[in-house]
Structures are given as C-alpha cells and as structure tokens.
C-alpha cells in the first residue's frame, strides 16, 4: 500500500509518523498525504528503539512503501538502522536525521546501497553552512529542513523573516546540486489560514514539499504547494501562443517565461491537474 502516485521527487506533503506505533501505519498510508516517513528517530524512545525498528521494518515487508527517518551518523543508533534496514523490501528511501556533513549522507549510501535514496535532514547552523557539499554528496536525493532543531540551535525567532535565510540556503544548495527543491519544516498551528500561508511563503522562496505532523493539514498544504489554477491557465495561454506564432522568441523576456510556463505545466500534468 503507497499513499501517492506522485513521484517522490514532486512530492509536496510528507507526513512524519512514530514508528514505535505501528497500529498508526496503516491510517497514514491511507491519507491523502504525497509521502509517509515512519520515524524511529526523535519521535521514539532509546529503549525502544529496536523495537520500532523491528515494527517498521515488519509492516514493510508485508507490502507497504514508505520513507523512513533514521538516526544521525554520529548517534549510537545509526549502524543499526542501516545495517537492518539495508534490503529491506518497500523502503522508498530514508530521511537521514542532522546531517552536518556530505560524510554522513556518503557513508549511509554506501552502507545502504547507491539504490536507496536519501533525504538529508537538515537541522542545525553548521548544517546551512555545509548544505552545498551536503545537496552535491553521493546519494542525495532531496534536502529538507528541521526548522524545529534549527532553531533551538541558533535561537532564531519563527518569523517568515527570521527563517528566510536558512531556507533559501537549502533552496540555492539544492539547485547546485541538481536537487529537486527542498522539503520545508513542519508549521504547528490549528488554524488552515497559518498553514496556508506559512507554507506559501515556503513556496515564495523556492521550497517544493513540506513535512507534516497533522494529518488534518495535508489537503491545505497540498493545494498551497500545487500550481494556482490561474498559474495554470496562464501558462497554457502562453505555450499555446509561443507555439502559434512558431516558436519564435520576440524579446528577453520571452524564453525566461517560456522556462516558467513549462515547469508549470509540467508540474501540474505530474500531480494531476490538467
């Protein structure tokens, strides 16, 4: 069972859920959310960490898909996560916790295998500093950010403004490498229009996906991630026009457009919305 049929690399919500809890897995994989990434990292215990590991392994092998967040390189718990989780059947891929150097994503790929895709959580100021060798770091597949962690290691405020500046980071990191754009920390808030906006904000900067702890959210930040019906209908027009007259390209500002329009349309063929 896999939440989503849209590609991983175009995946908007990503839902985070304790894998010491393993009569939660299959309510989330039942959501609307793009991805789900059982967490037998902060979420769990240290006495329990077998345990879950064991649960989330198990309820992948029955024939589940799901990503899963492992424990950072220079934890206690990081051999064992790769160690169990190398060959295990479904695994979409693994979400490794404080990446902090391209070191910890390269040994985990290698231990893995170059097959399993890695998400690079990043969590901390020597994480941003190190975010260009960390997205061009054999086996990288996407960056995403622990805005929580970072945070509390910087005591930088929430702010839109405040956070600007670790995100767009990821962002330009990630186009370097040759990344699809970052996945963005979660916001907690029960309010949709909070959601709504700090997501769009995420977007405003770059950013293409967003994890997720309620799942009561996920129809909100799919909708601000995905293609504005307006943006869609403004791109056909002009793919429409660009392909009436030829092709032809009248001024400078023809082809960054035409680059826009494409991505656009692109996107919004791959999540369904044309």
Request: hydrophobic share 45%.
């Amino acid at each position: 069972m896999s939440p989503s049929f849209i590609p991983s690399n175009i995946s908007r919500t990503w839902l985070l859920v304790n894998g010491a809890r393993p009569e939660t897995f299959d309510a989330a994989a039942a959501t609307r959310t793009d991805e789900i990434i059982l967490d037998i990292e902060d979420a769990v215990d240290p006495a329990k960490k077998s345990e879950a590991r064991s649960s989330v392994i198990s309820w992948l092998e029955s024939g589940n898909e799901a990503w899963v967040r492992i424990n950072d390189r220079p934890s206690p718990y990081w051999a064992d996560d790769v160690r169990e989780l190398a060959g295990c059947k479904n695994l979409k891929g693994v979400m490794l916790a404080k990446v902090e150097d391209a070191s910890h994503v390269v040994d985990t790929s290698l231990l893995l295998g170059a097959d399993v895709r890695i998400v690079a959580l990043i969590e901390s100021a020597l994480g941003i500093e190190e975010a260009r060798a960390i997205a061009c770091a054999q086996g990288t597949f996407r960056l995403a950010f622990g805005s929580g962690d970072y945070r509390k290691d910087t005591g930088t405020a929430a702010d839109d403004l405040a956070m600007a500046y670790p995100r767009s980071r990821l962002v330009v990191a990630s186009r370097i490498g040759n990344l699809p754009g970052p996945i963005d920390g979660p916001t907690i808030s029960p309010s949709n229009s909070i959601i709504r906006d700090k997501t769009e904000v995420a977007v405003a900067l770059g950013m293409t996906g967003k994890l997720v702890i309620d799942v009561d959210k996920i129809p909100v930040i799919n909708e601000a991630i995905s293609p504005t019906r307006s943006d869609i209908e403004w791109a056909q027009g002009f793919l429409a026009d660009f392909e009436s007259r030829g092709r032809v390209v009248r001024d400078g500002s023809d082809l960054p457009r035409l680059g826009r329009a494409e991505k656009i349309v692109k996107l919004a063929t791959a999540l369904g919305l044309v």
